[in-house]
């Protein structure tokens, strides 16, 4: 699919929906601009829902694998 597109006055290019759908874009999905040979290149960005936790979260996750720990029979260690 060919379209052309215009970047106004602030540096904003609008997709057409046309092109979205086929796409399957939708707002707030991240690109990534990238200059080939050919010209422009936009392509989808791949992204990663990343947790962070606390220290006392962390704390947390140490306790319950202590607690479970201390409920499962010990495994014999190979010799």
Known sequence: MQTTLTINSRGVV???A???RALGLKADDLLIAETTSQGLLLRPAVTLPLELYTPERVR???EAEAELAALLPQLPTPA
């Open 14 to 16: 609008t997709l057409p």
């Open 18 to 20: 046309k092109l979205r």
């Open 60 to 62: 947390e996750f140490d």
